[in-house]
């Protein structure tokens, strides 16, 4: 018997969206991704002490909620650039003061001035963080193959963006997992006055059944579960070892029918007819 992994309830398709800096337009940003079910992640630098900034943190729980926050280092500074021990501090007393403040755990990190090398992604893995951000777009719908090197579709402002939202949208190919990441600076559509770039790809790309609306370590988190699925050797059986449900597929399925997905709920084993 084969399977595939899914996404939740058996979706092939999920967006996730990621925005830095945690300045004052993310009031706004945030009440468009409310407004339509979109979901994303805001990187923050708790060390940054800019008055505006402070007063930003102090209403994080409520503004984020429903969002992910997670690190952008204490202040920004470029990570390649500085000691082991200089990005250890950076990163984890930004852990510490997120967590202070959100009394959530936080393990997830984009790069400031989107710098890192592989002595950085070494640094943070050890320190709790599971995914970074980078910068450079792949302009596909493809998921990491590193999740501390985890290059986002577009920047909200490339030209290719609707594209991109239409290939995802219309994506009917259940046997392929397909991700939409986008990712900017809530400022940057006060900056450029366009904020209409992000309020039409929200309406267009929301709403939408067989998409997953998550922010980014739900799907670094669940990509995770899903890879820690233990098959008997003829795949009938399968033992879900983590503590979130994972959503397999039928191979043999030929279509998106719901009828070849399967629920391996958190701790048990299911077999597969
Ligand atoms: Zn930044």
């Known amino acids: ?22 300045r004052t337009q993310d009031r706004r940003l945030v009440e468009l991704f409310n407004k339509y079910g979109i979901r994303g ?4 630098n ?10 930003m943190r102090k209403e994080a729980v409520s503004l984020y909620e429903g969002h992910e926050i997670a690190t952008h280092s204490l202040t920004h500074p470029t990570l390649t650039r500085l000691s082991d021990t200089a990005v250890a501090y950076e990163i984890l007393e930004d852990r510490r003061n997120l967590e202070k ?5 936080i393990r997830g990190h984009s790069y400031p001035n989107g710098a890192y090398n592989e002595n950085i992604k070494r640094i943070l893995n050890s320190l709790g963080i599971v995914y970074a951000r980078v910068v450079s ?20 402002s490339d030209p290719a963006l609707m594209d991109l939202a239409k290939k995802l949208v219309e994506f009917d190919r259940a046997q392929y997992l397909k991700l ?27 709403g939408h059944e067989d998409i997953w609306y998550a922010t980014n370590i739900e799907i670094a988190d669940y990509m995770s579960a899903a890879r820690s699925i233990i098959y008997s050797a003829d795949g009938s059986l399968v033992y879900n070892p983590c503590a979130i449900d994972v959503w397999i597929r039928k191979v ?15 701790g048990q084993t299911v077999r597969i007819k």
């Open 252 to 266: 043999s399925g030929e279509g998106p029918e719901m009828s070849d997905v399967v629920r391996v709920p958190a």
């Open 1 to 22: 018997m084969l399977t595939y992994i899914t996404f939740p309830e058996g979706r092939f398709k999920a967006l996730t969206m990621s925005y830095d800096d945690g």
């Open 46 to 55: 708790s060390g940054w002490m800019d008055p505006e900034l402070v007063e």
């Open 41 to 44: 992640t805001f990187h923050l």
């Open 180 to 206: 939409l990441y986008v990712w900017g600076h809530s400022y940057e559509f006060d900056r450029d006055d366009n904020w209409n770039i992000i309020e039409n790809f929200c309406e267009y790309v929301s």
């Open 137 to 156: 777009p792949t302009l596909d719908l493809e998921l990491p193959e590193d999740y501390l090197e985890w290059h986002p579709t577009c920047h909200h």
């Open 101 to 105: 403040l959100t009394g959530r755990i």
